[in-house]
């Protein structure tokens, strides 16, 4: 309800003609509530999704599911943004760009059907049984798994920075540099999207197959690797390069953001796991995500070479490679009993 009414809401926001600093003012409130509320939504959406999961080796696949909603998302905004561009015209500015956000509200009452329709996991109500239940999970996770949440935040490094170059900061260096169509772009990150609704329920399997861990830090090999012919592409100035780099950047990411969902919430015991996955995942957000369109913003206003940013994105992959080496691989593991150490069962049983 936080996040569907507040994105609701910015429809209303009047302009910066009518009330001045106050709408940006207006929209950053706005954008807060939202952060709020996807700060609760995404450790909730996977949880239920995993741990519903009838076999353990179908955790990656299945928690997969959540993480489509970011390219399917992604599509259904672009895809908006386009067709309210050309049905307004030259008035899109003043009243074309608010119609996406009026519209949303349909998600809110979708949302809240499914939600409502949804019974606690086995795994929760096993901890109501056996009054497992923590009093303040915020704290006890940093006093019992402080590893894990930070090393789950920089595992997101480099999955996280680049994203938001490869759908945010292109329209940027799109139009200004490179003197691309924005609706060229925009139909590229919607190809992207696509093609993203394959590889991300894919990655989710491929890791209940070969182990979370390898397909993640082989994503993150594949994305610095990527992010060098990404540029080198762009680079071209060639309409088919540009868009054929765009089309595809979301592939190896995806081999990160497919199993990520399961690599994160299986790293933390069932009574501490729904703030301890959602702390790591977030973090990175503020540590990754936010700051990486205008690092690289600065990276290429500083050095004029669109190199520097590829640069950038290797050294985030870098430090996902590390993080997430450090972690513990639980993959095909039982995750359903408590395997911190203040409880029976402190490592994980492998499947018999």
Not at 93 to 112: A, C, D, H, K, M
Request: aromatic fraction near 14%; hydrophobic fraction near 50%; proline fraction near 4%.
């Amino acid at each position: 309800m936080l996040m569907g009414i507040a994105t609701f809401l910015v429809a209303f926001v009047p302009g910066y003609a009518s009330i001045g600093i106050w709408g940006a003012i207006i929209l950053t409130i706005l954008r807060f509530f939202q952060g709020i509320g996807v700060g609760g939504e995404w450790g909730g959406s996977v949880l239920l999704s995993m741990e519903w999961a009838r076999h353990n080796g179908h955790r990656g696949l299945v928690a997969s599911w959540p993480q489509f909603g970011v390219p399917a998302g992604l599509f259904i905004a672009n895809l908006a943004v386009l067709a309210f561009s050309q049905m307004s015209g030259d008035a899109f500015l003043s009243w074309g760009w608010r119609v996406p956000f009026l519209l949303s509200i349909i998600l809110v009452g979708i949302g809240l059907w499914i939600r409502l329709g949804i019974t606690e996991t086995p795994t929760f109500q096993r901890l109501v049984r056996e009054q497992k239940i923590e009093r303040a999970p915020f704290i006890e996770v940093f006093k019992k798994q402080p590893a894990e949440i930070f090393l789950t935040a920089f595992a997101r490094m480099g999955q996280q920075a680049p994203f938001y170059i490869f759908t945010s900061f292109i329209f940027a260096y799109g139009t200004g540099t490179l003197h691309a169509s924005r609706d060229m772009l925009l139909i590229g990150v919607l190809v992207a999207s696509c093609i993203s609704f394959v590889t991300v329920p894919l990655a989710g399997h491929v890791s209940d197959r070969v182990g979370r861990k390898k397909t993640y830090i082989l994503g993150a090999i594949a994305t610095a690797l990527y992010a060098f012919i990404y540029f080198g592409l762009l680079d071209t100035m060639s309409t088919v390069w540009i868009f054929v780099a765009v089309a595809f950047s979301l592939v190896v990411h995806d081999f990160q953001y497919g199993p990520q969902a399961a690599l994160i919430a299986e790293c933390f015991t069932p009574r501490l796991r729904y703030s301890g996955a959602s702390m790591g995942y977030q973090l990175a957000s503020i540590i990754a995500g936010g700051p990486a369109p205008l690092i690289a913003t600065y990276l290429f206003g500083t050095y004029h070479s669109s190199m520097v940013i590829a640069l950038y994105m290797l050294g985030c992959c870098v430090v996902t490679v590390i993080a997430t080496a450090c972690l513990r691989d639980y993959t095909g593991k039982e995750i359903a009993e408590e395997y911190d150490a203040d409880h029976a069962g402190a490592v994980a049983r492998p499947l018999s």
